[in-house]
């Protein structure tokens, strides 16, 4: 899920904008190889208080330390930041007391009291510096899909198309029209210049971009790599392994055989006699 405070982009009126949009899916290793986690089903419900705007989101990051810091706000200082979910039926807040009484917490500049920083202040610090401990209880997604983005601006609409698109937006909007129907041409290009944009947003390319995490070094690298150096620098293979093991039966049967012949004399004199 993606957030426009933390990576979106801002547009101006009176301009044409053009956004090129690059896909780019990031596959990350799990443990032991990876720090990565795959969240699903009752277990997302508990740190992702989105699910209740969106019920089909899936597990993020982002949305897991947002749900961790909003939970924080309701505890620590009795109010909740309205730019994220709040309600008393989100599971992420079941344990949180008295959310159905809670009100948006108040501006910063409204929340001081004699210069001194408030509580939605201070928690909001501890939550940048990392002190909150939401970074370390909202691990990334193993799975993960971004999009980059190229913007070009151009003045929009051009002298030649400003009565046109004025006059359809006119057409299209009843408050438009009782508002500038009697004003000046003057006057209806720079309200519309201060007020309207146009804005074009397309794939840059039709192909998408993958980067996989694997571990480099697996248990069967490491004993190929031993098998190797043992034959490079032992000259030892399968077929010297059952000879050495063939060489081993020789000598402990020759070594029984004497033994037998030095315990029964009686039996090499016969051996001699024949």
């Known amino acids: 899920m993606a957030f426009p405070e933390d990576a979106g982009f801002s547009v101006n009126p009176g301009h044409k904008t053009s956004v090129a949009l690059s896909k780019v899916d990031i596959v990350r290793a799990a443990p032991p190889n990876g720090d ?23 597990y993020s990051a982002a949305a897991c330390r947002k749900t961790c810091y909003q939970k924080h706000l309701m505890e620590d200082c009795g109010c909740y930041d309205a730019r994220y979910p709040s309600g008393p039926n989100i599971t992420a807040y079941e344990n949180v007391t008295d959310i159905s009484h809670m009100l948006p917490c108040k501006p910063a500049s409204e929340s001081k009291i004699e210069g001194k920083a408030s509580c939605e202040e201070i928690t909001l610090r501890r939550y940048v510096q990392g002190k909150l401990g939401c970074t370390d209880t909202c691990p990334v997604e193993c799975m993960q899909t971004q999009y980059s983005y190229a913007i070009s601006q151009s003045e929009w609409p051009s002298a030649v198309k400003e009565h046109e698109v004025m006059e359809q937006l006119m057409e299209k909007s009843e408050y438009l029209w009782d508002m500038l129907a009697n004003e000046t041409d003057t006057w209806k290009t720079m309200y519309l210049r201060s007020n309207a944009l146009k804005m074009e947003v397309y794939f840059k390319e ?24 043992a034959g490079l620098w032992l000259g030892v293979s399968v077929i010297a392994i059952f000879e050495f093991i063939e060489l081993l039966y020789d000598v402990i049967s020759v070594a029984a055989f004497r033994q037998m012949n030095m315990c029964n004399p009686n039996r090499v004199q016969t051996l001699t006699n024949s």
């Open 36 to 58: 990565c986690v795959e969240v699903d089903g009752p277990q997302n419900e508990q740190v992702n208080a989105f699910l209740g705007e969106v019920p089909t989101i899936g």
């Open 206 to 229: 039709l192909d998408y971009e993958e980067i996989v995490t694997e571990p480099s070094y697996e248990l069967e690298d490491l004993l190929a790599d031993l098998g190797g150096q």
